[in-house]
């Protein structure tokens, strides 16, 4: 699903020049559900920006389901990143003044989707993380854990390739980080390809893989016996 | 998602409506800059309107020409010379001066500006007496209130009979007592009265008090030959009256051997001269109006544009999100200028109310009064239609700051601000 090969990225500060990603070869298969762990500073996000092409690399070679990535215009990044992503934020970043399913609908608003046939499939995804009564709400009125999980729906919503996940639990108490873990363990069981950031070793184990960031290269990169939320949580 | 997308809207007024107070205030600018423009439109024409009643009547391409005395000696004759004009000179200038359309000569009792007695059963009035022709109408029209004008019938005839003004009635008649046919005396000499006019709100020699006698009749009952007092003269419809009266002043000059260079010989009143520089002054007051106006409603537009890119700003992260999940350049810039041209255009027609309100209270209370040239102040749908236009165009020019802006705004580093 996901090809990197010797990916490079530095960022210019006036003469000075940080070379944040050194080379990185890494590919995750459909299906997959990948941590990508580092301290800050190790390139983990600008990776997953990357990624999310959010961000130009300088160097290297990123194929996302076959399809070449490299200087896209603004554009045809926002198409590409309709289509084939589904972001989740540390900081759920929904737009306040939407109701919990207008935020959900909104990537399929870009994707030219009519108004009824985008409340119907916000309406499912909402219900499928377990939010039917919240459709209504305004994210001020949702909790935390809420929020994210309408997040998540709106990730879900656009069918995307695969979903990055940034920190995904960085704003959550850990009851409800491990609620919102369950959920993406459950999402992954249905096939959907997921790439979580964190920092946190215990979230990391709730994936199947963890790839390990370090001053710009992967240190290490093992798949893992996943362990499963679920028996916690209930 | 055309331009006609109901979702497009409502993201653009789903936006604008998140702060009410804000938006109001943003848009107080424009409502300012259109009351002012309307404002400054409508009483332009106003005044305009006011003055095109003033000439309601009078013909403006018309002139009157009589005569003074010379100034400058020549062929033997003195300085100080009086000459009259005659009836003769009306039909060479018929005859020689092609502009000319009609040429009506009049004469007054006594001379200019006097007045003579007029008496009934005991009463008088100190009246102006005007011999006439009909076509005088032509050049300023009278309003008759009874009866009828002199008429062509009268002039041939010669009859005895008078048009009367209303201040006129008013110092000889009691009040609602009927005039027509009753007899007047001026100089002895009695006239049926045929007919009361009135004052027609625009310029006016005569005033109401005034008494008009077929100019044929007024040669017989006082005796004044072929003399004429003054001659209005209306000129060819396309012809410049400046043209005519030059043609003519020579032509008299030469008949009544003055010298070419007297300007004080032959007297003459030239309306459209008047009626130009009128219309002159009410066009650069238009321009004048639009130029003020253009650019108080260019600031109103800008201060949109200026709230429009502290909104940006504070959307940055919204809008880092949105570009997140798909929206493209073009789409958030039809949004932010969407949404200039959705508060300058609720602006503009908040504005465009109010004014028009203002213009029919003006109109209501100064609109005909007589001592001020000011009927009607409304603006026609020409300068709405092109004050509307030039409103969405500046929105859609401005709007362009801050939707480059937000264009400019790179999605990873909008969605790290918190």
Partial sequence: MIEIKDLHKSYHMGSNSLHVLKGINFSVKEGELVAIMGSSGSGKSTLLNILGMLDNLDEGEYLLDGVPIKNLSETKAANYRNKFLGFIFQSFNLINYKTAWENVALPLYYQGVNRKVRKEKAVKYLESVGLGPWVDHLPSELSGGQKQRVAIARALAAEPKVMLADEPTGALDSKTSHEVMDLIQKINDQGNTILVVTHEEDIAHMCKRIVHLKDGVIVEDSVINQVRVSPHVQ | ?418
């Fill in chain 2, 1 to 418: 998602m055309g331009i006609f997308d109901r979702d497009l809207w409502s993201e653009v007024f789903s936006t604008l409506s998140k702060n009410m107070l804000r938006t109001f205030l943003t848009t107080l600018g424009v409502i300012f800059a259109i009351i002012i423009l309307i404002l400054l439109l409508g009483a332009t024409n106003g005044m305009s309107n006011g003055f095109n009643k003033i000439f309601a009547g009078t013909a403006t391409n018309s002139m009157f020409m009589w005569t003074q005395s010379t100034s400058i000696p020549y062929k033997g004759f003195e300085r100080g010379r009086e000459i009259d004009f005659t009836l003769e000179d009306v039909e060479l200038i018929k005859r020689q001066v092609s502009e000319v359309d009609i040429i009506s000569p009049r004469i007054q009792l006594g001379d200019f500006g006097e007045t003579s007695t007029v008496y009934r059963e005991g009463r008088s009035s100190g009246s102006g007496v005007y011999g006439d022709y009909p076509s005088i109408d032509l050049v300023s029209k009278k309003r008759i209130v009874e009866g009828r004008f002199i008429n062509q019938n009268d002039i041939d005839e010669a009859k005895k009979i008078c048009v009367i003004g209303k201040d006129t009635y008013k110092l000889l008649f009691d009040k609602g007592e009927n005039a027509i046919g009753k007899s007047i005396q001026i100089n002895g000499i009695y006239f049926t009265v045929v007919g009361i006019f009135k004052k027609n709100d625009n310029i006016n020699f005569e005033g109401e008090n005034a008494v008009f006698v077929p100019f044929t009749t007024f040669q017989k009952a006082f005796n004044s030959g072929n003399k004429i007092g003054w001659m209005a003269i209306l000129v060819d419809p396309g012809k410049q009256v400046s043209v005519a009266e030059r043609k003519i002043k020579t032509l008299l000059k030469q008949k009544y051997n003055i010298h070419p260079d007297d300007v004080r010989a032959i007297g003459s009143f030239d309306f459209s001269e008047i009626f130009q520089g009128i219309s002159a002054f009410t066009f650069v007051l238009q321009g004048f109006s639009f130029f003020v106006g253009i650019f108080t409603l260019l600031a109103g537009v800008i201060a949109v544009s200026n709230i429009l890119l502290i909104t940006v700003k504070e959307r940055t992260n919204e809008i880092g999100v949105r570009r997140a999940l798909g929206a493209t350049p073009k789409i958030i810039k039809r949004q932010i200028i969407l949404e200039s041209i959705v508060l300058t255009t609720f602006a503009g027609l908040v504005g465009f109310v109010i004014s028009v309100a203002v213009l029919h209270f003006l109109d209501y209370k100064f609109g005909g009064s007589d001592e001020f040239p000011f009927v009607n102040p409304t603006v026609s749908i020409v300068q709405i239609i092109f004050s509307f236009v030039l409103m969405v165009g500046l929105s859609m020019l401005i709007g362009l700051i801050p939707a480059n802006r937000a264009v400019k705004i790179r999605p990873i580093e909008a969605l790290r601000e918190e």
